[in-house]
């Protein structure tokens, strides 16, 4: 008996569909200075067609296409993926750090960042994909711009349904639970803490990658991750499996993921990086691992140190300032040193990055800037940072959760206003196997069993 096989394209995830990510794969590697202008039709043709076999076929192309594809002449930036020649490429930035904290004040901080980054991650989760052409008119119209508090479900009417084509009804708020909702952005740094507790402070890239599969179901896993997860099913192992048929290499992921490798590596921003770069290296390249790093290394000197500027030079300090991530900011950071208004920042922000595009919407560089224009004009005050990083869209959960993160280890949970906090009930659910919910103190507390 012969048979014949006839895979169902079409029934494929888009995420685990190369071809699929054509249009994102161009920006990408124009992006990244590599020489594909030539072949934009070939992408953008790639891009329209149905999801079937001649897209499959035609996606293999354009990966030829790509990993062959040689960096055009006078490409200003040097972006490495190792950590080493990544090391080299640092500009240090000597910050003044306090002695790190007695226990108890310490545990405030961490728990602080763990509270913080909860309710910042529920304040953006309420509207997560929308975007500002529709956010600011919803926010005027509920009274709420600027956003200074929780979306609730009541403030979603019959007109507001009506008015908007976001899918508000399909959304979570917290006027609908009684704890912290699950969220991809608070399950990593679950699995960051587990990640640690089994395989201790030296796990490797391929430890983390491992443990993906018996975390959680792979369509809890999205963009780079799924890619890096389906990679690594295949037989491809870190870095191969961030680098194989990936559009979203440096997409936000490995970013938030990064919380926990500041969290226990209180002033040593070195570490934490490092930790960072273990974790992301499995599926982001180039600037996807530097915001990882970036980020964590922010917490660790956000334990030592009050100044916000410090924090972020510090954090900067971690990678390479030969980078798109570093130059841009830096930019961020003359602006607002140069006298620019909130207004105007964000204003031009838009004009610069089309939030239309998946590309841009989610990728590490314009978040990153996002969340280090939220600290600094929230001046330190926690609601309205997270308020500052939700209400001006892209990537709203995973923003509003890095800043809250952030400003909770740096002034402890009591920067954290009861308004924020007590929806939850000092609960986070997940969706890992055998963790269905945890109490935040509890979390902050294993936390303290993995410093140095």
Known sequence: MSYSFHPHHNHIPEWEFYGSGAETEYLQCIE???????????????????????KQKLGDVLFDIVKNAPTVDGYPYNEPSELEVIRVLRKPF??????VPERDVLQDKIYGAWLGRICGCMLGKSIEGIRTS??????????????????????????????????????????????????????????????IETCGRDFTPLDVLQAWPYAQRRTSYCTAERVAYCNYMKG??????????????????AQIRADYYGYINPG?????????????????????????????????VAAVNDNIEDIIEAGLAQI????????????????????MSEHDWFVNFRAQYNEHYGHYWAHTVTNAMIVVASLLYGNGD??????????????????????GSILGMRSGSGCIDDVWREPFHDTLRTTLYGIPSAKIRDLAEKTMHHLP
């Not at 000597?94 to 002695?99: G, K, L, V």
Request: aromatic share 14%; net charge negative; glycine share 6%.
């Open 32 to 54: 990244e200075g590599l020489d594909v202008e030539a072949f934009k039709e070939l992408f953008d043709f790639t891009y329209r067609l149905p999801q079937n076999e001649i």
């Open 94 to 99: 000597a910050f003044t750090a306090t002695p």
């Open 134 to 195: 529709e956010l600011h008119p919803f926010l005027i119209d509920t009274h709420n711009f600027p956003l200074n508090r929780y979306i609730r479900f009541s403030d979603i009417t019959q007109d507001i349904r009506a008015k908007y084509g976001f899918p508000f009804s399909e959304r979570p708020y917290v006027d609908q639970s009684d704890s912290m909702p699950p969220d991809d952005d608070t399950n990593y740094t679950v699995m960051s803490q587990q990640l």
């Open 236 to 253: 491809l192992l870190p870095p191969e499996s961030a680098y194989y048929k990936n559009p979203y290499r440096e997409w936000i992921g």
């Open 268 to 300: 040593d921003p070195e570490t934490a990086a490092e930790m960072a770069y273990r974790d992301a290296s499995v599926s982001h390249i180039k600037n996807g691992i530097y915001g990882a790093m970036f980020v964590a290394a922010m917490l660790a």
């Open 320 to 339: 390479p300032c030969s980078s798109r991530l570093y130059e841009s900011i830096q930019k961020v950071l003359a602006d607002y040193r140069g006298g």
């Open 382 to 403: 926690y609601g309205r940072s997270i308020c500052i990083a939700v209400e001006n869209g892209f990537d709203t959960d995973c923003n509003g959760a890095t800043v």
